[in-house]
């Protein structure tokens, strides 16, 4: 049942792409905010909790509404959902796994030089953009130390948001909101079940084993959780 969710989501992310490339602004009211409640009940589906990705999830649905509303105080608003998105995203990978420091230290180069080329250009969103892109930069880098899909999916929603920041810049490219919605689209899909997906391959962090519990019922045998 679970790998219906993230079923149904592709198909609600097709209806978004559509909704963007037509400039249906209905269409894409009605999808974007399912995008990420389908990968959140997908997940809460596989490892019956709650983790910090699940909670990242629940604040880039609430960036996603803002995002759709315009105005600067909107985008600002999105933001902030957005850098909780980050921040939980970035605290259940470094749990996981410390990343790579080559990783971290090449997103930190390309942070920096992204931020330098664009800062003359946004005007009073250099600082709230200057904030929100380390803790997006910190989060890709943090995703390769859980697998190569969270890796690739964090390099996608860098890339997503850079395209943002382009557009926050005024510079434009076609077919840039097409592009931001893919990548973004893309980039949620493939942490949520890179995610999983490392659980899953893990056994420190697979629920014991009901026949080892009854076996030994002081659970001195059974894996535990980092």
Known sequence: MSRHWWRLFGVVAVVELVGVGFGWTAVQWVAKPLLAPLLLAYLVGVRRRVDPVAVGLVAATAGDVALLV?????????????????????????????????????????????????????????????????????????????????????????????????????????????LVMTTYAAALLLITTGWVGAHATDPATRPADPTTRAADPAGAHSPRRP
């Open 70 to 178: 315009p105005g600067r105080t909107a985008f600002l608003v999105g933001m902030g959902c957005f850098l909780v998105t980050q921040l939980a995203f970035g605290t259940a990978f470094v749990r996981h796994r410390r990343p790579p420091v080559v990783a971290v230290a090449a997103y930190l180069v390309l942070w920096a030089g992204a931020n330098t080329l664009l800062w003359g250009t946004l005007g009073p969103l250099r600082l709230p953009v200057l904030g929100y892109s380390l803790a997006l930069s910190l989060m890709a880098a943090a995703a390769t130390g859980v697998s190569r899909r969270t890796a690739v999916g964090g390099a996608l929603f860098l890339g997503s948001d850079l395209l943002i920041g382009l557009g926050a810049a005024g510079v434009r490219l076609p077919a840039q909101g097409l």
